[in-house]
């Protein structure tokens, strides 16, 4: 599904900073490995019940750093082509899109994921996009075509909100006052009349 042009014009002007993007990977490189040490741990368990006598696995066994690594793509790359975050980038609000603002995409999500380990090469190098480019894009993103944007408007929303502060209450709102106001004036019953004499007609006796 493609981005509205409204919704693309708002995803280009917010692009992601550096602070946001590290505080997503924290959390997923730790969600990540969580995940998969606990699916490890489950099948050692089960496997010891089955031979019958205990069985670990070590960081070192190739078997065990292919299925990591694998994992680690499928990680990145469904969440990326699902719906452009990942468990991280939910939490803090950033999203991975085109370069025009629609969704990433299966194809981009999977260059983005091959291409994600080239940002580390040269002590991180490839993030010093995020830092001073115009569009805050690291190298994976360059090479995919894709930018990580925020997915609220902080900013809009700040400035609608001074601005009604400013203006003062709505003009329903006032009309309403100035009708209750109105209404209040008209319901104030009048005061009452002293009732007139009456006078007794008078009779004649002859």
Request: aromatic share 12%; proline share 5%.
């Given at each position: ?25 924290v959390v997923?490189?730790?969600t990540s ?126 400035l609608r ?46």
């Amino acid at each position: 599904m493609t981005a509205g042009p409204r919704e693309q014009a708002e995803l280009r002007g917010h692009f992601a900073g550096f602070v946001s993007r590290f505080a997503a990977y924290v959390v997923d490189a730790g969600t990540s490995t969580g995940i998969f040490m606990l699916v490890l741990a489950t099948v050692s368990f089960a496997a010891s019940v089955l031979v019958g006598h205990p069985i670990s696995w070590s960081k070192n066994d190739l078997l065990v750093a292919i299925v990591f690594w694998g994992w680690q793509f499928v990680y990145y790359a469904y969440s990326w082509a699902a719906n452009g975050k990942t468990f991280g980038m939910a939490l803090l609000g950033v999203r991975v899109v085109r370069a025009d603002g629609a969704n990433a995409g299966v194809r981009r999500a999977i260059i983005r994921t091959l291409a994600f380990p080239l940002s580390f090469l040269l002590f991180g190098l490839g993030f010093a996009g995020i830092l001073v480019g115009r569009d805050r894009r690291a190298l994976h993103d360059v090479i995919a075509g894709t930018a990580v944007v925020y997915t609220w408007d902080a900013r809009a929303a700040r400035l609608r909100f001074l601005d009604r502060d400013a203006s003062g209450p709505p003009p329903a709102a006032a009309a309403g006052l100035g009708t209750d106001a109105a209404g209040a004036a008209d319901a104030v019953p009048a005061p009452r009349t002293a009732p007139e004499p009456r006078t007794a007609p008078l009779s004649s006796d002859s």
